[in-house]
């Protein structure tokens, strides 16, 4: 059972930009799983959703989403399968893993995501960079702001599957993020 995070206040004042960022990814990331945990067993792995997703799908490819964008696409850090939440163009949770399986990936995830954001050093590639154009973390803390606002289950407080997504996810079946 994952730990509840406590909304970050605005009103604390907070240390630096990385601070806020990993406070609501942390925030986030809990409510997303206490969530899906809260569902039945019966309904991890059922869509309710004309995407045909999951709950499991979805919380494997949050997990892929942090990766991509902030070891393999900030950092650049060769990935040997950074689109592993994937088979096809769909987003894919094998008969094996279970949900421990998935939100610890989830939590690895977030130490090696929390480690990049709070990094006092450039990318390792940016010696690489053209002049003037070495990435900053403010895209990838712009990428964290998007991963909170579009993460479906935190927008009401029921673990009702379909309501905490649809307004969110749509029904695109297009490989997202």
């Not at 970050?8 to 960022?21: G, K």
């Not at 579009?150 to 969110?168: E, I, K, R």
């Amino acid at each position: 059972m994952t730990v509840s995070v406590s909304f970050p206040e605005p009103t604390v004042p907070l240390q630096s930009r990385a601070d806020v960022f990993v406070g609501y990814l942390d925030y986030f990331r809990s409510c997303v799983v206490s969530k899906i945990e809260g569902l039945p067993e019966n309904a991890l792995r059922q869509s309710r959703l004309p995407s045909g997703w999951t709950p499991v799908e979805l919380l494997k490819h949050l997990t892929y989403v942090e990766l991509r964008w902030l070891e393999w696409g900030f950092e650049g850090r060769p990935i040997r399968d950074p689109w592993g939440d994937s088979h096809g163009d769909r987003w894919h949770v094998a008969e094996e893993e279970t949900l421990e399986h998935i939100v610890d990936a989830l939590q690895a995830q977030a130490e090696r995501s929390r480690a990049v954001i709070e990094a006092p050093t450039s990318p390792r590639w940016a010696n690489q960079a053209p002049a003037g154009r070495v990435p900053t973390l403010r895209r990838s803390n712009a990428s964290c702001s998007i991963w909170s606002r579009n993460t479906p289950a935190t927008s009401d407080t029921s673990t009702s599957w379909p309501s905490s997504l649809t307004g969110s996810l749509g029904s695109s079946t297009a490989r997202p993020a």
